[in-house]
């Protein structure tokens, strides 16, 4: 079986050379496409990202999982993320924070001590600096073929800005760590969050941090496993909840210790998180870059056996194709005109979508006073107490949020039949010279050296499903928008360089919080009314600002789709009028040279049918590697030892050191 890398490997050199024949054969709309997708190919990463409550070891547990003992993620117990941080792999080590600047986004470097000024709630108290994403690039061989791991803020926070860059990245999540510790089991906003976060990303490990600190952490195990069971339904035997030490892994590095390493059960968690990224990457970063290629084969197979069919026919038949092909390049040109109907529907869905979403705006706003009110009924003067005020500021931003991503799932369900309709309506969901032959009542015939390519059933993905879905849209705007609703449309592009649009926080928009909780702390004994007061503000402030991102994020889908459509409709004339030249050269052969291009077009057919045949042994493979055996996958050097120990295999480093005597007593227990 082959490794990940020997498919990769493939895929690329497929890639480039369906590009080289895309241009030696005159299509070179379907060559530059291929050039897009294999610039796409060469930027994809796999997304692991680590999510949960503030203060569960997130931190501390990706520090240990990378085997870096000089923190990459600062882990003080007294430090509290606050902005999404993505480590990839770099030849040299580079960290740059990305930083909002007057509508734009400006990068400054920065060096590993400094991290934590910029991505902590202790060296950059509300996120003051503006920024928006720490994108470090490190010569760690763990991230080297395309893996990045991602910090996240914590959700559950009074602050409603680490909540949202929290919830804004979960569509990039290709695997999702959702971490907590053996201090508590499972909140009811961690399950909150969770399940939305299951919506996006079903590739989820659980690890349990701070094993060290609670003798009876199986307790917390057995209990989050329940749970989680009853929130997301998923078989038990499939739920991989792992308890670890992460300071035992990053001391047993630091000391070179396999049995502290063994203590701290991180062999456990890197097999589980390293066997489901071997499993899948193959289906994240190779298989769709493949399939989309494919289709521009068969394009270029399609155009070629209707040229070679036609020739085999009287030439009244072709020019009557090339009229039928012209009549349809008006037709998606009258598409363009800015009365078109489709734009007029595009913007009558919009404004409807807006309205629909202030409806639902005003009931988060109803829900979020209604829960004030039932407090200020039910707790009476114990209200005014600054944690009983801050923990229902915390469980009504709680509200906002999540009702903002109700908000944001209908919209993604509308949008997704809205595209597919104006595809239909606009006949971009079909091939288009099949469907010209078909009007011409042009029957293929069999016999012959060259016929229409014949479509597996997986080209099923190419010629409907793909095409018409959200995410299809050449790797546009369109897809990051849905893909990260909080953040992008208001906080902007963020990561550009790697082609990749990443969700993040509002930016303030909901930073009314800490204003709230400033104002009521001025007052020595505040009264109900002050402190009811003072809450209504900041439901107000926050709906307002809510309703308003709501509003700019429908306005920014309209823009991104109507420019997508008229790429999209630009693209098919380009291909229709490659079409037609190829078509009219024939038209005016003679009667002499007509068995000479046919025997071109013999030869053209059988080089793309090749390309064809080799793309689908390449997805057979990856489908044979995906259910087969994992690979052996790479890990820490500890890991490596270990299994070796278990195994009998002979030690392979040279000097193994001894547990200290009191090495029990020092890390409790392990």
């Known amino acids: 079986m082959k490794s990940f890398f020997e498919l990769k490997h493939q895929a690329g050199r497929l890639l480039k050379q369906w590009e080289k024949l895309a241009l030696n054969l005159g299509y070179e709309t379907s060559a530059q496409t291929l050039k897009e997708i294999y610039q796409e190919f060469e930027k994809k990463e796999l997304m692991v990202v680590a ?177 989680i069971r009853r929130k997301l339904g998923i078989p038990e035997e499939e739920l991989q909840i792992i308890p670890v030490s992460s300071k035992a892994k990053l001391r047993s590095l630091v000391q070179n210790n396999t049995v502290m390493y063994e203590n701290s059960n991180f062999l456990r968690l890197e097999e589980a998180l390293w066997g489901m990224i071997a499993k899948n990457r193959a289906q994240i970063l190779i298989l769709p870059f493949l399939l989309r290629g494919k289709e521009e084969l068969l394009k270029m197979a399609d155009s070629i056996a209707a040229q070679y069919q036609l020739l085999n026919t009287d030439q009244d038949k072709m020019k009557k194709l090339v009229d039928s092909l012209k009549k349809e390049i008006r037709r998606l040109e009258d598409f363009q005109q800015d009365g078109a109907k489709w734009r007029n529907q595009l913007n009558y869905f919009c404004t409807t979508l807006t309205s629909e979403s202030n409806g639902k705006v005003q009931e988060i706003a109803a829900g979020a006073r209604n829960l004030l009110d039932a407090n200020v009924t039910q707790r009476r003067t114990e209200i005014c107490q600054e944690s009983v005020y801050t923990q229902i500021l915390s469980e009504i931003n709680n509200k906002i949020i999540c009702g903002l991503l109700d908000i944001k799932k209908v919209l993604e369900g509308k949008l997704k039949a809205e595209i597919a309709d104006i595809m239909i309506s606009l006949g971009l969901d079909v091939q288009v010279n099949q469907d010209a032959l078909d009007e011409l009542d042009f029957v293929p015939d069999d016999s012959l050296q060259v016929v229409f390519p014949k479509k597996k059933a997986t080209d099923r993905i190419l010629s409907g499903g793909r095409k018409i879905g959200i995410n299809s849209m050449a790797g546009t705007a369109v897809g990051s928008i849905l893909g990260g609703i909080i953040g992008f449309c208001l906080g902007g592009p963020v990561a550009v360089e790697t082609g990749r649009l990443i969700g993040g926080a509002l930016g303030g928009v909901f930073g009314t919080t800490k204003g709230c909780v400033d104002s009521l702390k001025k007052y020595d004994d505040p009264d109900i009314g002050v402190v009811n007061r003072a809450i209504s503000g900041h439901i107000s402030s926050s709906i307002t600002a809510l309703n308003t991102s709501v509003v700019n994020v429908i306005a920014q889908i309209r823009m991104s789709l109507s420019t997508e459509f008229e790429r999209m409709l630009k693209k098919r004339v380009r291909e229709i009028q490659e079409n037609i030249g190829k078509l009219q050269k024939n038209i005016n052969l003679a009667k002499a040279d007509i068995p000479g291009k046919m025997s071109e ?31 052996t996958v790479l890990l820490p050097e500890h890991s490596r030892e270990e299994k070796e120990e278990k195994s009998g295999a002979a030690y392979s480093r040279e000097e193994r050191t001894a547990p200290a005597s009191n090495e029990e007593i020092e890390y409790g227990f392990l």
């Open 601 to 631: 077009l013999k030869k053209q057919s059988d080089a793309v049918n090749r390309q064809i045949a080799d793309e689908e042994s390449l997805e057979d493979l990856i489908t044979e590697f995906t259910k087969g055996a994992i690979e």
């Open 51 to 227: 999510a949960g409550e503030a203060r569960r070891g997130k931190s501390t547990l990706l520090n240990a999982l990378l085997g870096e003992t000089q923190p990459l993620f600062p882990e003080d117990i007294n430090v509290c993320t606050n902005v999404v941080t993505v480590a990839r792999y770099g030849r040299e080590e580079k960290i740059e924070a990305w930083l909002e600047d007057g509508g734009s986004v400006k990068k400054e470097s920065i060096s590993r001590s400094d991290i934590e000024n910029y991505v902590s709630e202790k060296g950059n108290k509300n996120n003051y600096k503006n920024v928006k994403l720490l994108n470090i690039s490190i010569p760690n061989e763990l991230l080297k073929e395309g893996v990045a791991f991602v910090d996240t803020p914590g959700v559950g926070s009074l602050n409603i800005s680490h909540a949202e860059a929290a919830y804004g990245f979960l569509p990039n999540a290709d695997m999702l760590l959702f971490v907590t510790d053996t201090y508590s089991g499972l909140t009811e906003t961690e399950l909150g969050f969770l399940k939305r976060g299951y919506q996006y990303c079903k590739n989820v490990i659980f690890p349990v941090t701070k094993k060290d600190a609670n003798p009876d952490y199986s307790l917390i195990v057995e209990d989050n496993r329940e749970k």
